[in-house]
């Protein structure tokens, strides 16, 4: 299975934000980041894939069959989306939250595969101990990692991740990547997270699309992306790509003297 963008022109109104965008051939099993400032269409270009916004120009393509037009909640069982404005019933237990998510997708009549796959999908993202906790008892971090399970439990083709570790803590970052990886290798979906942070995105991506202005500057390894004068540009920074003792790489960041 592969997921590609061909041509893709949408925005809000009159207001042309993805100009053009194309993005070949991403294999399932490929964890790629999407990286830019902010205001760089990340997020438009997300509610594009997820059928939030209809485009006025291109095409979604998951293998051979065309997506591009197909009532959200059919598109909802291939792509799923966790916007970075994430919300849920605040009566609900982490529990009955995530198969309520599962259940959007699969009818409402719930069966023990249903409840063995949120109890798998809580203990493979580390939230276990929360399943009888409240929602509205949980804080912000935990909230997130919540909704990155909603987002992972219907075993999409495609996962679309706006910012996941934006409120989290550095083990929690760390731990949330590393799961949604693990969950990642063993169903081979399309994970694309767009990250702020370029170390997280060069430690976890196999691939990195960078995007300024609705329109994508280069795409490819992170080795290779991470490296070129455009980076430094779009962020208005000085980088430097340098290598961990341990051989991870790392950007260097700093403001123009």
Request: with cysteine.
């Amino acid at each position: 299975m592969t997921l590609s963008i061909e041509n893709i022109k949408a925005g809000y109104g009159k207001i042309n934000v993805l100009k053009d965008l194309s993005v070949p051939d991403i294999e399932g099993g490929s964890f790629v980041g999407l990286i830019g400032p902010n205001a760089s269409g990340k997020s438009t270009f997300f509610k594009t894939l997820a059928g939030l916004i209809t485009p006025s120009a291109g095409k979604i393509l998951i293998g051979a069959d065309d997506v591009t037009w197909l009532r959200r909640r059919d598109r909802a069982r291939r792509i799923a989306y966790m916007p970075q404005a994430y919300g849920c019933n605040a009566l609900l237990s982490v529990f009955e939250s995530v198969l309520l998510a599962l259940k959007q997708t699969t009818g409402w009549r719930v069966e023990k595969d249903n409840l063995d796959r949120v109890s798998d999908t809580l203990n493979a993202l580390g939230l276990a101990h929360l399943a009888n906790r409240g929602i509205a008892d949980l804080s912000g971090g935990q909230a997130q990692m919540v909704a990155v399970a909603q987002t992972i439990v219907r075993a999409p083709e495609v996962v679309l991740l706006d910012e996941p570790t934006s409120a989290l803590d550095l083990h929690h970052q760390l731990s949330i990547l590393t799961s949604v990886r693990s969950e990642m290798g063993k169903k081979k979906p399309v994970v694309m997270a767009a990250l702020h942070d370029l170390n997280l995105a060069a430690k976890f991506c196999d691939r990195l699309v960078l995007l300024r202005e609705g329109v994508i500057l280069a795409d490819g390894p992170p080795d290779r992306i991470l490296a070129l004068p455009e980076i430094g540009e779009t962020y208005r920074v000085e980088t430097d790509l340098e290598r961990t003792k341990r051989g991870a790489l790392y950007v260097d960041a700093r403001l123009p003297a």
